[in-house]
């Protein structure tokens, strides 16, 4: 079993930055992939950007060229830098990981971006 505790998420005007960590309760280092996923109420949970073993990265189009998702395999832990933030990418952001054929998420945490 595997925890994910998300941290960092807040209040920021639009325009602002924040940056979300990911911090699991053991090594990361053989997992498959590592994510951040949002889900705004009413909507279904979209993938936000993910990151693989090799540091191959992928983005949604929406969030492209403004976040950054980095792995820390020493601190066990993941980030997404959140730059240029609009109302629309208010959420609640959630951490994922994959390793062998599990799933694990975190409980997530909120970020709030206000006009």
């Known amino acids: 079993q595997v925890q994910l505790v998300e941290s960092g998420g807040g209040l920021v005007q639009a325009g602002g930055s924040l940056r979300l960590s990911c911090a699991a309760s053991?090594?990361?280092?053989?997992?498959?992939?590592m994510g951040w996923y949002r889900r705004v109420p009413g909507k279904q949970r979209e993938l936000v950007a993910r990151?693989?073993?090799?540091?191959?990265?992928n983005y949604a189009d929406s969030v492209m060229g403004r976040f950054t998702i980095s792995r820390d395999n020493t601190k066990n832990t993941v980030y997404l830098q959140m730059n240029s933030l609009k109302p629309e990418d208010t959420a609640v952001y959630y951490c994922?990981?994959?390793?062998?054929?599990?799933?694990?998420w975190g409980q997530g945490t909120q970020v709030t971006v206000s006009s």
């Open positions: 053991r090594s990361i280092f053989n997992f498959n992939a």
């Open positions: 990151i693989n073993g090799r540091g191959r990265t």
């Open positions: 994922n990981g994959d390793v062998g054929s599990s799933t694990y």
